[in-house]
């Protein structure tokens, strides 16, 4: 599996972790030296690469030649946070994210539904309420006419109720992560790798590590 | 260019010559001589922190740029402390920011791997226009550039004084992890090549001259640099890639190329260096300016290995070139297209060393004006340092690195987890009041209030930086704040067996009438511990470690009434007695919580530790030990006290008085969401309103 380091990347040695700590074999790859065909899966981690120039995941996503054709290849493509903007940036995903309703970077543990099973980072997954943290400025989703059947995670209260009050962002029907209809691309802007680890985890629960085991059942199962 | 030389130093310059010192060669002095550089009001004095212990790796001695401690495991610890006030003070976005870079590249320096950084803010308070809009924008530039280089900030403080409304005080500090054989130092300790990676541009020319002297009033923006951090995350990625093919690395910090390339080398070694090599942005700069410019992002490596150095740089498109040697000559030496600019002797980079005449002042008292305890609870709810810093915490990415264990603002200490598996607490205090009343005994109680917060997340402290920010130190009455406070870090420092290994001193912190701020001097403390746990299930009752003493000078209540009083007495024996035995406590397992007793005193903590737990409680004061009035006992800030939640409250009162410690119980924890303070009752919803009342404005 490849984590794709991109210059500003600040996410992909926290990436390696969860995924170390669920057995898959991971390893950072420079985006030039990225060859599709070597790997099972890949991840964009979280960053502000090329510095939010432009807009945010703009620049890398014109620099993703291998990505595409791994894309065409149909194997299992996640985006978090910044790798979720790049994924709508090359159209991978449908959507934008623009700035929070804020206008302000937030970062902030909170908890998110689980609204489709058939993902990589959903795939049997036992809990259909993660807490996780988020960190973004450009995290509010936006897209007309969204298929409600792409949405994978919603922003929720703890008991899993959606509304106004528990949407950070603003994102249009308090969306927090999608997939594409085929369900292998999936891009998120909570931080599951940072929700991996009881330490540091409020709640002392490490949901985002339930998401890596799907991660792994998912290759396991669903990749050839 | 503005110079902040004097006529006698310019004298002096002209005597080691032996002849006039070219406008060059005075430029570069200026750097090298300001204060900020070259600490020659401070450095006599600094001495006085001179402690060793056997956990310090670089001390205050080896005068480098960090200093670090072993922290096990063939690990070092390297740890720093800045400040960016003038930057801040005119452009408060990139003050900040650049502050953050500035500190960073430190940390880099010596090799190091940054994980973590705190941001100790002083403002004007946000009712006044200037000083919101400086608060806002310094925590929207320590948010871009900590956030997009990927280091988390972890904790700090935030404060608010009129003293601050024209002179800001933004103080960063950061933590940095390293193999403790591959530190890298600062100066060069043989005759190599030197390489500059980074570009210079015309941006913050005479910053380190600009930082070393009272702010003008008049347009300086020119001596501001600009950050970005975009190009600040290549250059650290390129520089950890690269540490252990160098023999010295320097950040280009104040006072450019000139201060760099003269501290690496000098008074050892030599160096010459050649203009025409250094990247630029504007081909069309001038020799001058490309020695005093003070463009960010950008390093300077002493290496035998040039081409291997710059091949790194140049991967991640960062410019680089091989500008000149270190010599055995002892000549700095500074040419452009072969013509020679500067020739100045390696010896000259020493600085004048004062020691300034001091006076003592003497503070007249106001007597305690007539309120009552409910009245005093209200102005302690209503003051804005009184107030959750969640607005400030939120922009932070404080998760980035997946180390950070307690959150900012979560309890009295933050925590993050190093690579070998043990634990750091890391918090910074200050108290400018209480130094203003006394700077001897209030750098002591700061100093205290550092190991005491450490101990109350249970981390024994092992090490210190600080921040000395002062006035004009060429009046009589500032140095001696100064001098006082040196003196009291430096004693505290050997009580507590924590040696002090770096800080910074920053003085000029004055507005363009000359008003100075109060002394600020300011301790990061870190801490070691093996292991944390959130415990779930708290204990109900409510015991106060420590005796409550009287005077209320430097507390909150008085800063909010506005009156100077007499602070209560330093006890550092109790201090420390009390913070090793809740140290000892909480690793046992016998409390399951614990806060220090600080700011509002017994009242202010009480409710600060209701709203950290989310849980009502109920206090009845008349069951403590104390010696002055009511108001008194509720509101002053007096040292070497906790509050601890256990359930074994006889336990821990007897092990207490076995160790001289007086303890007692003094209330429990509640479901009602209630606060009860001695029959103050307040609801805990509007207390928690009134505690984000910042979050609502900024």
Redesign the interface.
Known sequence: MAVIKY??S??EL?TL?PLKEVGINGEIVDYRAFDPDKYSALILP???T????LRAGAIAARNSRGIKEFYIQGKPIIGICNGFQILTEMGLLKGTLTINSTG?????WLYIKVRRFDTPLTYKISKDIIHI?I?HSYGRFYEEDLNERLITFTYCSKEGIEGPEHNPNGSILNVAGISSEEGNVIGLMP?P??A??R??S?S?EADGLLMFNSLKKYIEERVK | MKLSLGIREIEEIRNKLGREPKEEELLIMDSLWSEHCSYKSSKFFLRRFSYLNERVIMGIEDWQDAGAIDVGDGYALVIKVESHNHPSALDPFNGAATGVGGIIRDVISKGAKPIALLDMIRTGRINNQKAKWLAINIVKGISYYGNSIGVPVIGGEFSFDDCYVENPLVDIACLGIVKKDRIVPSFASKPSFLVIAGSTGIDGLGGASFASRQLSGEDEIGAVQIGDAFYGKLLMDSTLEIAEKAIAIKDLGGGGLAVAVSEMVSPKFGAEVNLEKVPLRDPEMKPWEIIVSETQERMLIATDFPEKVCEVYLSNEIPCSVIGEVTERKEIVFKYNGEVIVNLPSEIVTPPIYVRNSSEYFIKYDELPNITAEEAVKLILSSYDFSSMEWAYSQYDYEVGTSTVIKPGERDSSIISLPNGKLIAVKADANPDLCYLDPYNGAKQVFAETYRNLASVGAKMIAAVDHLQFGNPEKEEIFYQFEMSVNGIAEASRFFDVPIVGGKVSFYNEDKHGNPIKPTPLIVGVGLLDNFRRTKKLGEELILIGKTRSGLGGSLLAKELNVKLRPPQVILDEEKRNSDFVIKLIKEGEVTYSKDVSKGGLVGSTIKLSLQISKGVNVDFSNMYYHGNRLESLFSESGGRFLVLTSKGDEVIDLAKSNGIVARKIGEINDEYEINLGGIRLRWEEVKKSWRKLNEVM
Not at chain 1, 50 to 53: A, M, R, S, T
Not at chain 1, 104 to 108: A, D, G, L, Y
């Open positions: 210059p500003g600040t996410c926290d972790k979280g960053g502000f090329y510095g939010d120039y302000k970077f937030i970062s902030k943290p960190a931080h790798e940072r991996s680890i330490m540091i409020p002392g």
